[in-house]
């Protein structure tokens, strides 16, 4: 069965702080995995990983993939109080065409 | 509008009632998904429609749930019977091609409260 899994559950930091948040997969035929970010209501989209090793960035947010160890991170660097979400990974497989996420990891950010 | 657009935002209704969520995806998106997310939970796959072909039902739960796509544009998802663990935020996401080649665009959802 597909299977999507996230680490931390849940996360507090301040500031400034540096954060990696964690996603591994165990997927038939894996296509490309995504990374959302949550807040209040819809999920937004913040990277699409297809290739191992190719770093995806943008502003203090970037992910990388592994696809031979099956995980990916999303770093997130000089954290803000703006950074609080739910962080979600999801992973494609090309045979069943579902897009699975994970449980999804809870980020606060103290000022 | 340029986003997916779901209705209603909130739907309260008596146990054993059946529902009916709908979902206007983003004009010309080909693939349309459903997820229910409970309270602290991730999303949890529903069905998934890509163009013309048969959808992949796999995630409803039970046969209490279904759902359709008219003209490969909006959806309704249909809850009958619906029970208290049915309560949970029901969201529309579409893509404008296949996934894995655009990213999903999601709806604000449908929060569901079976009382």
């Known amino acids: 069965e597909d299977k999507v899994v996230q680490s931390p559950l849940s996360l507090v930091v301040h500031e400034g702080d540096t954060v990696t948040l964690n996603c591994s997969y165990e997927?038939?035929?894996?296509?490309?995995l995504l990374w959302y970010k949550q807040e209040k209501k819809a999920p937004t989209f913040l990277f699409m990983l297809t290739s191992s090793g190719i770093e995806k960035k943008s502003g203090r947010l970037s992910s990388i993939l592994d696809k031979k160890e099956l995980f990916s991170i999303l770093n997130i660097t000089a954290t803000q109080t703006g950074d609080s979400a739910v962080y979600l990974c999801?992973?494609?497989?090309?045979?069943?065409?579902?897009?699975?996420f994970g449980q999804g990891t809870t980020l606060q950010v103290k000022p | 509008g340029a986003g997916v657009s779901q209705s209603p935002s909130n739907k309260v209704t008596e146990k054993g009632k059946d529902v009916e969520l709908r979902c206007d995806p983003i004009?010309?998106?080909?693939?349309l998904y459903w997820y229910r997310q409970s309270l602290g939970q991730g999303l949890e796959f529903l069905i998934y429609?890509?163009?013309?072909?048969?959808?992949?039902k796999s995630g409803l739960p039970s046969d209490r749930f279904s759902a359709e796509r008219t003209g490969g544009s909006v959806s309704t998802l249909t809850i009958q019977r619906t029970q208290q663990e049915d309560s949970a935020v029901y969201l529309c996401a579409s893509s404008l091609d296949s996934p894995g080649r655009s990213p999903l665009h999601f709806g604000n959802g449908t929060r569901l409260t079976v009382t």
């Open positions: 004009s010309g998106h080909t693939a």
């Open positions: 429609f890509q163009g013309n072909s048969a959808p992949d």
């Open positions: 999801a992973v494609l497989s090309s045979n069943t065409g579902k897009l699975i």
């Open positions: 997927v038939t035929n894996f296509r490309s």
